[in-house]
């Protein structure tokens, strides 16, 4: 869908008979949609070695919707959308874009290095969540620390995603962002549209989109050497 394909579709949307709200909320998500692409705020989607996925708005996600990438969770608002950023080896990145086009960037992964300085506290808290401030320069940054419920787990909180962008400012205005991520070790959140990363991605074996359900997805991409989220 371009640009123009989605204008053409807010049009129909408008003129469509059906459930006054319901027609509303369908058209309010295509204009949400159709304003970050007029904006340009966001490149295509890539995977190791630099390869585009293809044009951004096939993997755009208009909210309220719950995005999902492996067994991150990240809760969208009415007026913002979520774009596939990346896909790799060892991370994957959901880009949640906001009305005004300022971004955030939520990547998942499982080789991070521990960011924090020594005798650091977290700046933010929910449940077993650590959010650590981790800014490097002008760059606002934050880094979740989590214990993983996974079978290579120790029991230890360790560093499982990195969360930067244009919408932070580097305070406690971005509580509103941070309280959005979750994780879904158990497998039981429906996700309205669900991503993948990680080396049966890259070996073929899983899509890289998996939309809302297990059975719809994306070829697979090809085997490359490196990777370089």
């Not at 059975?215 to 370089?228: C, W």
Request: net charge neutral; aromatic share 8%.
């Amino acid at each position: 869908m371009n640009i123009r394909f989605a204008k053409i579709n807010w049009l129909a949307c408008m003129i469509r008979t059906g459930d006054a709200k319901s027609k509303r909320r369908r058209c309010s998500m295509l204009m949400a949609l159709i304003a970050v692409l007029t904006q340009g705020a966001v490149e295509p989607p890539r995977t190791i070695n630099g390869i585009e996925l293809g044009a951004a708005e096939r993997f755009a996600t208009p909210g309220p919707a719950t995005v999902c990438m492996s067994e991150m969770v990240i809760a969208l608002r009415e007026g913002e959308t979520a774009f596939l950023a990346y896909s790799g080896i060892h991370s994957g990145r959901i880009r949640l874009v906001r009305k005004d086009g300022r971004f955030a960037e939520f990547a998942v992964g499982d080789a991070w290095r521990d960011a924090r300085r020594a005798g650091q506290g977290p700046v933010f808290r929910k449940a077993s969540m650590r959010i650590y401030l981790t800014t490097d320069g002008q760059d606002i940054r934050y880094q979740l620390h989590d214990v993983p419920r996974t079978e290579w787990s120790d029991g230890s909180a360790r560093p499982l995603i990195s969360i930067s962008g244009s919408a932070l400012v580097g305070n406690a205005a971005d509580d509103d962002l941070l309280q959005r991520i979750s994780f879904d070790w158990d497998h039981t959140v429906t996700c309205d549209r669900s991503y993948n990363y990680g080396w049966s991605v890259i070996m073929g074996y899983d899509p890289i989109d998996a939309g809302p359900s297990e059975t719809s997805g994306t070829d697979a991409i090809p085997a490359a050497e490196n990777d370089t989220p």
